[in-house]
């Protein structure tokens, strides 16, 4: 039986951890995948983090199964921290999931069972396991256009003109805040004409929230998310904790539906409920405890948001020393967009060949479509990356 399986195509993204780690340089620099790293790269375990493991351990008295639906004091706390208030909580069925791709690949399932026939549009680019899984579940997808290639900023005007082509029932998914690839973000007055075209057009949004409190903060970045909550009769939520709670391993996530009603909602829980069952069963646990309990103890929450904000400030500072830099070396602001860029991630905008270039001269690991891991820089390999980067002509 094994030998009629065929080669799959392996993750780009993933194909970088191997080949970094078996280059031998001393000097190589590693942007591949999205993980946080500090100044000394390495990822650390947040305080809060620890904290709530010791306290599970010292309190925890059973690992019996929870729910099909996980641990709903994890629901409450994702559904505030992602929401607010946005939305009456009987309107919102949820799900905890492996991780923020567990969440998707529910959403996708979801979207197959209720929407046979609809389109899924994506971002051109997107995060690749997007398309890879809807391709793997053989559903339909399209692209609208993202990113401008010159000013490295949103392509408003094509992702508009692109977006007017979705039919009724479509599905849109955005990217709820800092962009992956490209770090390019919609302003909140963009976004609303996005929400007021796809109402015009009767399409559905689904939300990808993976980097909540990496861009400007853990309210602003919610923003967008919450704007779209409000501006449809339904909308999927996709959130990850495994960046800004760094328990990547854990594998902690949860796919959110906003219904129309607490019946609608009733029945959409219940569909939630039963593909956890056939994909996995119950979803873990530990990550989505140690969640729980950071968000609601005020004095751990307040320690995970004060080191998820000098994160965040960190990865600030670095975007700004890299642009000055460019600009110091080319004497030209050609490069500022890494300035303005939010999240882990930039999309440098250069072609396969130079990001190559850059690694086999350099031994600079970034992802071959040129995003860059800002988080794996530090204050050392951000001159070494800029003189790179001019050195190769980019
Ligand atoms: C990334 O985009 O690098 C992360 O989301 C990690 C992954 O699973 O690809």
């Not at 979801?110 to 690749?128: F, G, H, Q």
């Not at 559905?204 to 602003?220: E, H, K, R, S």
Request: charged fraction near 25%; include cysteine.
């Amino acid at each position: 039986m094994l030998q009629n399986l065929k080669a799959q195509p392996t993750d780009k993204i993933l194909a970088l951890i191997a080949a970094y780690r078996e280059d031998p340089r001393e000097t190589k620099v590693d942007l591949g995948v999205g993980v946080y790293k500090d100044s000394s790269g390495n990822t650390p375990v947040m305080r809060a983090v620890k904290e709530a493991e010791k306290r599970l351990q010292a309190e925890q008295s059973t690992k019996a199964y929870v729910g099909l639906a996980g641990d709903p004091a994890f629901s409450d706390a994702m559904i505030n921290l992602v929401l607010g208030d946005t939305i009456p909580r009987d309107r919102i069925a949820a799900v905890a999931t492996p991780g923020g791709t567990g969440a998707i690949r529910q959403a996708f399932e979801l979207i197959k069972m209720a929407a046979p026939e609809a389109t899924v549009w994506l971002s051109n680019p997107t995060w690749p396991n997007h398309p890879a899984i809807l391709k793997y579940l053989d559903m339909k997808s399209a692209e609208y256009r993202y990113f401008d290639s010159e000013t490295r900023g949103v392509d408003f005007d094509g992702l508009m003109a692109d977006l007017s082509g979705v039919q009724a029932g479509d599905i849109v998914l955005l990217h709820g805040c800092c962009h992956n690839p490209t770090g390019a973000n919609l302003t909140a007055d963009q976004m609303a004409e996005v929400i007021a075209l796809m109402n015009t057009k009767g399409a559905l949004p689904f939300v990808d929230i993976a980097y909540q409190g990496f861009g400007d903060g853990l309210d602003a970045d919610a923003q967008a998310t919450r704007m779209i909550a409000a501006g449809f009769d339904n909308v999927l939520i996709a959130a990850s904790c495994s960046k800004n709670f760094g328990i990547y391993r854990e594998r902690t996530g949860i796919l959110m539906a906003i219904a129309r009603h607490e019946d609608e909602a009733t029945l959409a829980q219940q569909n939630l409920n039963f593909l956890n069952r056939q994909n996995y069963s119950f979803p873990p646990d530990h990550g989505a405890r140690v969640v729980t309990t950071i968000l609601n103890d005020p004095a751990l929450r307040a320690d995970w948001e004060d080191e998820l904000n000098e994160t965040r400030e960190g990865m600030l500072v670095l975007r700004k020393q890299l642009a000055d830099e460019l600009r110091r070396l080319t004497n030209s602001d050609r490069f500022d967009f890494l300035a303005h860029h939010r999240g882990m991630f930039s999309l440098l905008g250069t072609t396969p060949e130079m990001v190559e270039k850059l690694r086999a001269d350099h031994g600079i690991y970034m992802v071959n479509d040129s995003r860059m891991n800002i988080a794996g820089l530090n204050a050392n390999t951000v001159p070494i990356l800029a003189k790179a980067i001019v050195d190769a002509g980019i």
